[in-house]
C-alpha cells in the first residue's frame, strides 16, 4: 500500500540551527516525491519536489531510494521558515497523478 | 490571476442536513482533487476527477458526493450520511501530466 511516514509532528530549533524533516515512504514502484509547506493564514503551496533536484528557499531533498526517504534539510534554519510541512507521494500515471499526504509536521524557529 | 477559488470559507451546517462547498478554478488544469484534513491525520483524498464528466472515489469517500459537469469546477456535497464533517476542505488542481498541485484556501466546516 503507498504510504507517507512524518514520524515527528513537532519539530523545535533555534535560529541559525540545521533543520531535517523526516519523510519516509512506501511504494513498490518509482514514485514521485513532494514537499508541500503551509504557512500561517496561507494557503498550502509546494516547496520542491524530487524531480526538480532544486533548493527553494534554502531547502533541499533527497530522495534515497534504498532508504526509501526524502527528508527535507535547511543548514540553516530562519524564523520565517515557521510552518507545517507536509511530504507527498504520487505514483505518476500508475496512481492518475493522487498524491498521498503524510501526517505533516510542524517547524518552529525559535529566536 | 489565475487561480483556485473555494467557497464560502466558513460553513456551519445543521446535523442531517446536506451542504455542497464549490471549488472553482481558471488554470485549464484537468484534474481536481478534494481533500479533508484534519489536525494530526494531514490530508486525506476524497474524491478526484482526471477528466469532465469522470470522478474516482479516494481514501474517504463515504458520505461525500461530487460533480464534474465542467472542466473549472468541482464541487464537494457533503452529506447527512457523512458521520463526523466538522473538518476543513481543501480542494486543488493539476495538470494531469504531473507536477505540482495549486490548493484552495480551504473552507471549514462546522457542524451545529
Known amino acids: 500500500a503507498q504510504r507517507v511516514t512524518q514520524p515527528e509532528k513537532l519539530l523545535s530549533v533555534f535560529k541559525g540551527a540545521p533543520v531535517e524533516l523526516k519523510c519516509n515512504y512506501s511504494?513498490?514502484?518509482?514514485?514521485?516525491l513532494f514537499w508541500y509547506v503551509q504557512y500561517s493564514r496561507q494557503r498550502l503551496q509546494l516547496l520542491l519536489r524530487?524531480?526538480s533536484r532544486e533548493s527553494i528557499k534554502g531547502f533541499t531533498a533527497d530522495l534515497n531510494k534504498g532508504e526509501t526517504s526524502f527528508h527535507l534539510k535547511k543548514p540553516f534554519a530562519q524564523e520565517e521558515d515557521s510552518a507545517m510541512y507536509y511530504c507527498a507521494l504520487s505514483g505518476g500515471v500508475d496512481s492518475s497523478y493522487k498524491l498521498i499526504f503524510g501526517s505533516g509536521t510542524r517547524l518552529l524557529v525559535r529566536p | 490571476d489565475g487561480g483556485i477559488t473555494q467557497s464560502p470559507k466558513y460553513l456551519f451546517r445543521k446535523e442531517g442536513q446536506n451542504v455542497t462547498l464549490s471549488c472553482e478554478q481558471n488554470l485549464n488544469h484537468d484534474a481536481m482533487y478534494w481533500y479533508r484534513q484534519d489536525p494530526g491525520q494531514g490530508l486525506r483524498l476524497i474524491y478526484y476527477s482526471q477528466i469532465v464528466n469522470d470522478f474516482q472515489k479516494g481514501d474517504i469517500a463515504e458520505g461525500y458526493s461530487v460533480s464534474r459537469e465542467k472542466k473549472e469546477s468541482f464541487p464537494l456535497t457533503v452529506t447527512s450520511a457523512q458521520k463526523n464533517p466538522t473538518a476543513f476542505y481543501l480542494c486543488?488542481?493539476?495538470?494531469?501530466?504531473?507536477?505540482?498541485?495549486?490548493f484552495g484556501s480551504g473552507t471549514r466546516l462546522t457542524v451545529v
Open positions: 524530487h524531480i
Open positions: 511504494y513498490s514502484g518509482s514514485p514521485e
Open positions: 486543488a488542481s493539476s495538470i494531469s501530466a504531473g507536477g505540482g498541485y495549486t
